[in-house]
């Protein structure tokens, strides 16, 4: 199976995400579909020997959109051709909706009638229409065939709406020029609701891509242009044709075209586009540097060992799109409205017309124009757009936000996720520690350099940050590594290896007493050599300076926190105590930490569990949300599902605060959707009749096209207020 973002042109409201899912998921080998209004895109897993990118082209312009280009920049030319085509549209309907607007309503204001005839009037208002009619020329072109294929949209709304009053015009029109009486004709109604709704229309679109500025300014960050050493010679290319191998010259104050490794000279470079840190980072030979970080004041020959779409920049803008195209499971709320929504208003609408139909019989006010303006205010006041957007918006900026501080969302669940936490599981080591042990003492009663020299060999093989403590220490005193073989990790106990002919046990009491070693009191790391205890190792990692004030953060959230860790109890406590942590478990093997995750969630807790470490994998994927630290390994970073860029414990309450103040934001915007539609649609149906106020239904197509637009505007400004968060829990980007 594959999983791919689509990027879908003509999406206009909740329901067209849904003609796009049936469209694309009834083809065969199309295991999972989900259309984003938000963002327009559509996010496919399929089986790419059933199903072919084609075929799904095929079933989306088949169902009436567009396919938009995999390049990014040729997307993003399309999206600005389509918003100023969008404008230039708008600014015809709103040249043509003034004059005729005038024209229609002066007399009926002022009192006064115009110096021609009324045959005139009709014609000068047709022909003002005509216009109007172009500049909203895709309600027709998507709405009708939306309606036909029994999957209405919002464009089915305007057009049926806008048609009616258009028909009923001509009516009147034919009345005036066959020697009749007409009053008033009904074309500016309908070329006001086509000028209003695109006038919200095209505000939603300009805020829809405005929210994706954070998606775009990360891949924008990446320079056009880079200076290549070829043969001796200093060469500038497109940073596009870069291949690995190159070597480029990275000079103070440039962008880093690619990913690569340091191979001459040394500079700071500030990471804080990936990792949100400001503080640059030191680089010399052998040091990993990524594309678009920026060097500071000395210069770097960097050898090129990732470009395009495989460099880690690239990685976050498709972990930032996938999250922003799926489907946060509060989401389903609004779907399930959305489904039923259009058809229910068009019911809703035609029953409207009956219910005023029939009681004109009794009451001659209620005549067929009057019956008619009911029947067009519902389809024109109901508001799908709102729904469609209320969680989706919300999704984009909130992934936005959290990729300022280096925090990244694998998908919309995991976002709603982390709002509904109450507990923290820390692991220690790398976690809370900065994970970088140093060696404070041995005990042993060899020689300590060729003690040194074995333990080093048996672990060197290892990558556990204690191992390379020890292989670091014997090489900065110059202590040689024996011969080594048959090297075996014990879970959560120690290692098992072969050196210099020997069987060696590095560990803790447990993988001891499992082998059989007798033991004595002596504190660190256990060391026995062919069955016999030999020593032990005594190791230090210091606490990381900002994993008090994360803690502190977590507590204020009312989020309890624990520490689960494989290490000895008196260091564990020892730690916990400095960090703030009152509950810890120490002597945790991988599947203890996976027992307690279950246990919690058994209590009805939300628990996210934060580890850097294979023996956290199990945990984390069992965990609601897994937030896996950057430095960490690949297989926890996988099983993660909000990864943090950098190792400041700090981004993990920031990453539940945007998690939480990204729920508040759709809920506020499901509430403004839907109590707008409930309250409206009523109002539109005839309700200001009964209590008397009659003359205000002749201007409400007009006024409820005004407030639909309202309504999708109110959404989009309450979503793209939320931009201005800032999680208290971390010093805000530069």
Same mark, same amino acid.
Request: aromatic residues 6%; proline residues 4%; charged residues 20%.
């Given at each position: 199976?594959?999983?791919?973002?689509?990027?879908?042109?003509?999406?206009?409201?909740?329901?067209?995400?849904?003609?796009?899912?049936?469209?694309?998921?009834?083809?065969?080998?199309?295991?999972?579909?989900?259309?984003?209004?938000?963002?327009?895109?559509?996010?496919?897993?399929?089986?790419?020997?059933?199903?072919?990118?084609?075929?799904?082209?095929?079933?989306?312009?088949?169902?009436?959109?567009?396919?938009?280009?995999?390049?990014?920049?040729?997307?993003?030319?399309?999206? #600005?051709?389509? *918003?100023?085509?969008?404008?230039?549209?708008? $600014? =015809? @309907? %709103?040249?043509? +909706?003034?004059?005729?607007?005038?024209?229609?309503?002066?007399?009926?204001?002022?009192?006064?009638?115009?110096?021609?005839?009324?045959?005139?009037?009709?014609?000068?208002?047709?022909?003002?229409?005509?216009?109007?009619?172009?500049?909203?020329?895709?309600?027709?072109?998507?709405?009708?065939?939306?309606?036909?294929?029994?999957?209405?949209?919002?464009?089915?709304?305007?057009?049926?709406?806008?048609?009616?009053?258009?028909?009923?015009?001509?009516?009147?029109?034919?009345?005036?020029?066959?020697?009749?009486? #007409?009053?008033? *004709?009904?074309?500016?109604?309908?070329?006001? $609701? =086509? @000028? %209003?709704?695109? +006038?919200?229309?095209?505000?939603?679109?300009?805020?829809?891509?405005?929210?994706?500025?954070?998606?775009?300014?990360?891949?924008?960050?990446?320079?056009?242009?880079?200076?290549?050493?070829?043969?001796?010679?200093?060469?500038?290319?497109?940073?596009?044709?870069?291949?690995?191998?190159?070597?480029?010259?990275?000079?103070?104050?440039?962008?880093?075209?690619?990913?690569?490794?340091?191979?001459?000279?040394?500079?700071?470079?500030?990471?804080?586009?990936?990792?949100?840190?400001?503080?640059?980072?030191?680089?010399?030979?052998?040091?990993?540097?990524?594309?678009?970080?920026?060097?500071?004041?000395?210069?770097?020959?960097?050898?090129?060992?990732?470009?395009?779409?495989?460099?880690?920049?690239?990685?976050?803008?498709?972990?930032?799109?996938?999250?922003?195209?799926?489907?946060?499971?509060?989401?389903?709320?609004?779907?399930?409205?959305?489904?039923?929504?259009?058809?229910?208003?068009?019911?809703?609408?035609?029953?409207?017309?009956?219910?005023?139909?029939?009681?004109?019989?009794?009451?001659?006010?209620?005549?067929?124009?009057?019956?008619?303006?009911?029947?067009?205010?519902?389809?024109?006041?109901?508001?799908?757009?709102?729904?469609?957007?209320?969680?989706?918006?919300?999704?984009?900026?909130?992934?936005?936000?959290?990729?300022?501080?280096?925090?990244?969302?694998?998908?919309?669940?995991?976002?709603?996720?982390?709002?509904?936490?109450?507990?923290?599981?820390?692991?220690?080591?790398?976690?809370?520690?900065?994970?970088?042990?140093?060696?404070?003492?041995?005990?042993?009663?060899?020689?300590?350099?060729?003690?040194?020299?074995?333990v080093a060999s048996a672990e060197s093989d290892s990558e556990h940050p204690l191992a390379q403590a020890v292989v670091g220490y014997a090489k900065d005193n110059s202590i040689p590594l024996l011969e080594h073989s048959n090297f075996e990790a014990v879970t959560g106990m120690g290692i098992r290896c072969t050196v210099d002919g020997s069987e060696v046990l590095v560990g803790n009491t447990e993988l001891m007493e499992a082998n059989g070693v007798e033991l004595r009191d002596i504190p660190g790391i256990l060391v026995a050599i062919d069955g016999e205890l030999a020593g032990s190792i005594s190791v230090s990692d210091p606490i990381r300076d900002e994993s008090p004030s994360a803690i502190s953060s977590l507590k204020g959230m009312g989020i309890d926190v624990m520490m689960v860790t494989g290490d000895r109890k008196e260091t564990a406590e020892a730690i916990a105590a400095e960090a703030g942590i009152n509950e810890v478990i120490s002597g945790a093997k991988p599947q203890d930490k996976l027992d307690r995750v279950k246990k919690l969630q058994i209590q009805q807790r939300h628990v996210a569990m934060t580890g850097d470490g294979i023996n956290d994998a199990p945990a984390l994927t069992q965990s609601d949300v897994g937030l896996a630290v950057g430095s960490g390994t690949?297989?926890?970073?996988?099983?993660?599902?909000?990864?943090?860029?950098?190792?400041?414990?700090?981004?993990?309450?920031?990453?539940?605060?945007?998690?939480?103040?990204?729920?508040?934001?759709?809920?506020?915007?499901?509430?403004?959707?839907?109590?707008?539609?409930?309250?409206?649609?009523?109002?539109?149906?005839?309700?200001?009749?009964?209590?008397?106020?009659?003359?205000?239904?002749?201007?409400?197509?007009?006024?409820?096209?005004?407030?639909?637009?309202?309504?999708?505007?109110?959404?989009?400004?309450?979503?793209?207020?939320?931009?201005?968060?800032?999680?208290?829990?971390?010093?805000?980007?530069?």
């Open positions: 199976m594959r999983t791919r973002v689509f990027r879908i042109g003509g999406m206009s409201c909740a329901a067209c995400s849904g003609r796009i899912e049936r469209a694309i998921g009834a083809l065969e080998g199309v295991d999972s579909v989900s259309a984003n209004f938000g963002n327009n895109t559509a996010t496919v897993t399929y089986d790419d020997s059933k199903v072919t990118e084609d075929d799904i082209a095929s079933a989306v312009h088949s169902a009436g959109y567009t396919m938009i280009s995999d390049d990014r920049k040729k997307a993003e030319r399309q999206e #600005v051709e389509a *918003l100023r085509v969008q404008k230039r549209d708008l $600014i =015809i @309907a %709103l040249a043509a +909706v003034i004059p005729l607007s005038i024209i229609a309503m002066a007399p009926m204001l002022t009192g006064i009638e115009w110096p021609w005839d009324k045959r005139v009037d009709c014609i000068l208002q047709i022909l003002l229409f005509l216009p109007i009619a172009y500049a909203g020329r895709r309600f027709y072109r998507k709405g009708y065939p939306a309606l036909f294929s029994r999957s209405p949209t919002m464009d089915s709304l305007v057009a049926l709406s806008t048609t009616a009053s258009f028909l009923m015009g001509l009516y009147y029109t034919y009345v005036a020029f066959t020697g009749g009486m #007409v009053h008033s *004709l009904s074309f500016d109604s309908a070329g006001m $609701i =086509i @000028a %209003l709704v695109s +006038v919200g229309k095209y505000i939603e679109a300009r805020s829809k891509h405005n929210t994706n500025d954070s998606l775009r300014r990360l891949l924008a960050m990446a320079p056009s242009r880079a200076t290549v050493i070829r043969d001796g010679k200093e060469i500038e290319i497109d940073s596009s044709v870069l291949v690995m191998g190159d070597v480029v010259l990275i000079r103070p104050g440039e962008s880093v075209p690619a990913d690569g490794t340091v191979i001459d000279g040394s500079s700071s470079v500030n990471e804080s586009m990936l990792t949100g840190e400001s503080a640059p980072v030191k680089k010399a030979a052998g040091s990993v540097v990524y594309g678009a970080t920026v060097n500071g004041n000395g210069s770097m020959k960097v050898m090129i060992e990732k470009t395009g779409e495989e460099t880690v920049l690239y990685q976050i803008a498709r972990m930032m799109e996938m999250a922003q195209g799926t489907k946060a499971p509060v989401a389903h709320v609004a779907d399930r409205v959305s489904a039923v929504f259009v058809p229910a208003v068009i019911i809703i609408s035609v029953l409207s017309f009956i219910a005023w139909y029939i009681a004109g019989l009794y009451n001659p006010a209620y005549d067929l124009e009057f019956c008619l303006t009911i029947a067009i205010s519902v389809l024109v006041i109901s508001c799908p757009c709102a729904l469609g957007l209320a969680t989706p918006l919300a999704i984009v900026v909130g992934t936005g936000n959290g990729s300022r501080y280096g925090i990244l969302y694998k998908t919309a669940a995991s976002l709603e996720a982390a709002a509904n936490v109450d507990t923290v599981i820390l692991d220690k080591t790398g976690t809370i520690t900065k994970g970088q042990p140093t060696i404070t003492g041995v005990v042993t009663d060899m020689d300590e350099r060729r003690f040194i020299s074995v690949d297989i926890a970073i996988e099983s993660a599902d909000i990864v943090l860029m950098n190792d400041d414990l700090r981004a993990v309450p920031a990453a539940l605060e945007i998690g939480r103040a990204t729920l508040k934001n759709i809920k506020q915007n499901l509430f403004f959707a839907m109590i707008y539609n409930a309250v409206c649609i009523p109002i539109a149906a005839g309700l200001p009749v009964v209590f008397g106020y009659t003359d205000l239904v002749m201007v409400m197509p007009m006024l409820a096209a005004a407030a639909m637009s309202c309504s999708s505007i109110s959404v989009v400004t309450n979503a793209v207020r939320m931009r201005r968060f800032r999680p208290s829990s971390l010093p805000q980007p530069q």
